[in-house]
């Protein structure tokens, strides 16, 4: 566990509490926020450490593992986070989990508070109670709540909270070794080599990429392939590229019914499987600003999504969007664009002009820095 660090006199001290998700995220906040003189400590779990390497931004990181669900780890957590925060400027949690415990080892310290909501809570029963409950407490008790789109800026406002903004993520800009040009004809031979892959020489090719669980929509994916089947001259071939709890009952299913669906698992070649692509689906009951989205409008590859929470907002025009859990509709969708190659060339360019409108990290950063001032001179 790494200690926190003394803050330069003047310096504003900027301490962020990860939660299960949104690693890459802070990690480019980190970066952004070091750049412009912040002292930012990152509180999370080892594995995030490993994941990210905070410190290579120049960030400290004190291990702090916290527990999706209420159990005996939240108290420890709270007593490290009680140390970690101590002498902060501003603690900013990532998640309603995050936000709860930060708010309980700040007690009645007047440090602010900065939660940011990444997801929608999609339980049932008596978790989605529970959550709700949650979401109230962390909303009201938070000095800002950040919405990564427009329906939880609004839902946190609507649960109290005294200010709630729109905040939305940047995607990290990559970070590769640059490669020598290539030609027109070299990459034409590796994206048909991938998609040779996959058996789609002479078939089109669909690409979802997101985790295997309920809530993204796979179920209606396979519905609407089974409608593709008849597709002419070629039904397409989808890769599903993610892990997950329903890999194992998507698998029977697509064995059972002889769909022509790949589950690939985890894929780090994201761009080639992109490149290769004809649509991009997107089938989830939400998403905020999901990352596989914003890559396929970023390299031009046509999008068919659900018009879900942050969906329509990133999206626009720029993507052809049906309703969620309308399989019927998502394949008509899916069948349209593969019959028009003249529709497929408008939304890739329209993809490519939307995603250059779209917020930089440095937009990002500044938006936070802004409002850490603004806490911060308020607190005076």
Do not use: N
């Amino acid at each position: 566990m790494s200690s926190t660090p003394a803050p330069l006199r003047g310096q504003l001290h900027a301490v962020h509490v990860l939660g299960e998700t949104a690693g890459g995220h802070v990690s480019s906040l980190a970066r952004g926020l070091v750049a412009r003189g912040v002292t930012v400590t990152v509180c999370g779990s080892s594995a995030a450490d490993e994941d990210y390497g905070f410190a290579e931004v120049g960030a400290r990181f004190t291990t702090v593992e916290i527990a999706r669900r209420a159990g005996r780890a939240d108290a420890g957590a709270v007593a490290a986070l009680r140390i970690a925060t101590a002498g902060a400027d501003v603690v900013h949690a990532h998640g309603l989990r995050a936000g709860l415990l930060a708010s309980l080892a700040l007690g009645g310290r007047r440090t602010p508070l900065v939660v940011t909501w990444h997801s929608a809570v999609l339980a049932e029963g008596t978790r989605a109670r529970l959550l709700a409950l949650l979401e109230r407490r962390v909303s009201r008790v938070a000095d800002v709540v950040l919405g990564a789109s427009s329906d939880l800026v609004e839902r946190a406002r609507r649960l109290g909270a005294r200010d709630a903004r729109l905040a939305p993520i940047a995607v990290p800009a990559p970070v590769r070794a640059p490669l020598p040009p290539e030609s027109a004809v070299e990459i034409e031979r590796r994206r048909q080599k991938t998609r040779a892959e996959f058996g789609a020489v002479d078939r089109p090719l669909l690409l979802a990429v997101g985790r295997l669980e309920a809530h993204k929509g796979y179920d209606v994916l396979l519905d609407a392939v089974r409608g593709l089947c008849g597709l002419e001259p070629a039904a397409p071939v989808v890769v599903i590229a993610g892990e997950g709890s329903q890999r194992e009952p998507l698998q029977r299913r697509i064995d059972a019914e002889r769909l022509p669906v790949r589950l690939l698992g985890r894929r780090d070649d994201i761009p080639e499987l992109l490149a290769a692509a004809d649509v991009v689906v997107l089938p989830s009951r939400w998403e905020a600003r999901a990352l596989i989205a914003q890559e396929a409008l970023h390299a031009g590859v046509p999008l068919v999504a659900t018009a879900v929470g942050g969906t329509p907002e990133l999206v626009g025009d720029a993507g052809e969007l049906v309703a969620y859990g309308d399989a019927v509709a998502l394949a008509g969708a899916i069948a349209a664009l593969l019959g028009d190659a003249g529709r497929r060339a408008e939304l890739a360019a329209a993809g490519r002009a939307q995603a250059a409108a779209w917020p930089t990290e440095d937009d990002t950063v500044a938006q936070v820095l802004s409002i850490y001032d603004e806490l911060a001179a308020a607190g005076r």
